[in-house]
């Protein structure tokens, strides 16, 4: 028997639901009466995620760089939902590479938009089926350093940057089967990030040479520093995931938000600034002017 023919409520996919902000997402649907469906690195995650949502949640282990797991992945979901289509697809998977450009190694930022863009794009064009069949609903994941790109984190920035266009896109092309595209730009969390986002930061500053430490050593402890300290003051996690969910459904859907008050100050500076004055605070902000 399908999921769909035991419950009413509505349905949901989410990346990155193993744990930090798509954990919170995905428990905060399932508490407003979705069948939520989302992947996971491990199958620790899987069962956690079964137990705390009382069996509302069901995570598949699956790496979404890999083409054929995105779509066995959403095939399993439709065949679930019995063909009853996706209400909500929350785009939320996504990985850090924070360094010096001229540092960090090619095939780390290659991975960075294997997951953040290539990863992302095929779990979309995966699910359009059944968000075609329900009319539903995309959420992408983003940031603000898409919008006011940091040093040390272009490659984060970028990737997110190009999905924000590539989601753009998608909003023209989807509006005649009625499926809305939101972007949805997150700042600073308390999550599971700043913890990943430290360890990062550390492997970055350890791989350094001595000639790498000369050059870029000082401004990037500083950069790390003030990272870590702005992540551990950021929004709670539960909090930014209620957010997503308020705006997955907005009615009408919005194109652009803000997930916390640095973002929407953030974005405000965007459209307000000038580019010398975005880059004399892009330094400001990362504790180098």
């Known amino acids: 028997m399908s999921l769909s023919s035991k419950n009413s409520g509505k349905s949901a996919a989410v990346t990155g639901a193993g744990g ?29 995620l079964k137990e705390a949502s009382g069996g509302r949640v069901s995570l598949t282990v699956c790496d979404i760089t890999k083409e054929q797991a995105v779509r066995a992945w959403a095939a399993g979901v439709s065949d679930a939902l019995g063909g009853g289509g996706l209400d909500l697809l929350i785009s939320n998977a996504g990985i850090l590479t924070p360094g010096p450009l001229e540092v960090l190694p ?12 290539f990863g992302a794009f095929s779990v979309v064009n995966a699910f359009l089926p059944a968000l075609r069949e329900a009319r539903g609903r995309i959420v992408q994941i983003s940031t603000w350093t898409a919008s006011l790109p940091l040093p040390f984190n272009g490659p984060s920035g970028a990737s997110k940057a190009a999905m924000e266009v590539l989601a753009t896109v998608y909003r023209a092309e989807l ?9 949805a730009a997150a700042g ?25 430490r000369e050059l870029y050593g000082q401004a990037f402890d500083t950069f790390a520093a003030k990272l ?23 009615n009408p859907a919005p194109r652009f938000a803000a997930v916390g008050q640095d973002t929407e100050e953030i974005l405000g500076v965007v459209r307000e600034q ?11 902000l990362v504790g180098l002017s």
Do not use: C, W
């Open 228 to 250: 870590n300290s702005m992540q551990g003051d950021g929004l709670a996690s539960v909090d930014a995931a209620a957010r997503v969910i308020e705006l997955a459904e907005q």
């Open 175 to 183: 509006k005649p089967f009625g499926i809305d595209v939101v972007v």
């Open 274 to 284: 000038s580019e010398d004055e975005q880059d004399a605070l892009r330094l400001q």
């Open 106 to 117: 090619l095939d780390a930022i290659r991975h960075e938009f294997e997951v953040n863009v």
């Open 188 to 212: 600073n969390m308390r999550t599971g990030g700043p913890a990943k986002t430290a360890a990062a930061l550390a492997r970055t500053a350890e791989r350094m040479t001595a000639q790498e």
């Open 20 to 48: 930090g902000l798509g954990r919170d997402i995905a428990l905060g649907l399932a508490a407003k009466g979705y069948i939520v469906f989302g992947t996971a690195l491990s199958a620790a995650e899987v069962q956690d």
